[in-house]
């Protein structure tokens, strides 16, 4: 009879952490959902400084707490993306190369490499930086539908 008790005991333990952590996970999905709705919601299309920044904080957090869930990578590419665009280049840089390190067969890889290379060129104004970025593309991905644009910023620079 203790057997039996010990074992429904455990097993509904395990299945209350299982439901807490996709419990967790759908709650910071819709979220996320939310506010990617909320960030370009107005007809000006210009997002809120504060909205991205808490945006960019919430894909982070979900990359860290479900870093097995496939959107985790793509989460990390928008938020790199996004601090980028309201000129956060260290913390974008450093998002692009957690992306490419953790997830380095995901399909943003190669945008990933090439962003860093042209945040550093247009944003950072230091092509000594771009440089290596740039290299590095062409030579995992020489035949990737950008390659020509960043051999023509390689020799550019």
């Given at each position: 009879?203790?057997?039996?008790?010990?074992?429904?005991?455990?097993?509904?333990?395990?299945?209350?952490?299982?439901?807490?952590?996709?419990?967790?996970?759908?709650?910071?999905?819709?979220?996320?959902?939310?506010?990617?709705?909320?960030?370009?919601?107005?007809?000006?299309?210009?997002?809120?400084?504060?909205?991205?920044?808490?945006?960019?904080?919430?894909?982070?957090?979900?990359?860290?707490?479900?870093?097995?869930?496939?959107?985790?990578a793509n989460y990390l590419?928008?938020?790199?993306?996004?601090?980028?665009?309201?000129?956060?280049?260290?913390?974008s840089i450093q998002l692009?190369?957690?992306?490419?390190?953790?997830?380095?067969?995901?399909?943003?890889?190669?945008?990933?490499?090439?962003?860093?290379?042209?945040?550093?060129?247009?944003?950072?104004?230091?092509?000594?930086?771009?440089?290596?970025?740039y290299e590095e593309f062409?030579?995992?991905?020489?035949?990737?539908?950008?390659?020509?644009?960043?051999?023509?910023?390689?020799?550019?620079?």
């Amino acid at each position: 009879m203790k057997k039996n008790s010990l074992f429904i005991l455990a097993s509904l333990f395990l299945l209350l952490g299982i439901t807490s952590c996709s419990s967790k996970k759908q709650k910071l999905s819709d979220e996320i959902l939310t506010q990617e709705k909320s960030l370009y919601a107005d007809s000006s299309m210009v997002p809120d400084a504060v909205k991205e920044k808490k945006i960019i904080e919430s894909y982070v957090a979900y990359a860290d707490q479900f870093p097995e869930d496939s959107m985790s990578a793509n989460y990390l590419f928008k938020a790199g993306d996004i601090s980028s665009k309201i000129n956060e280049i260290e913390q974008s840089i450093q998002l692009f190369s957690r992306l490419l390190k953790t997830y380095p067969e995901n399909k943003n890889a190669p945008y990933a490499i090439f962003l860093q290379g042209f945040i550093y060129e247009n944003q950072a104004g230091n092509p000594v930086k771009a440089r290596p970025y740039y290299e590095e593309f062409l030579r995992k991905y020489p035949d990737h539908p950008i390659a020509g644009d960043v051999t023509f910023s390689l020799e550019n620079l």
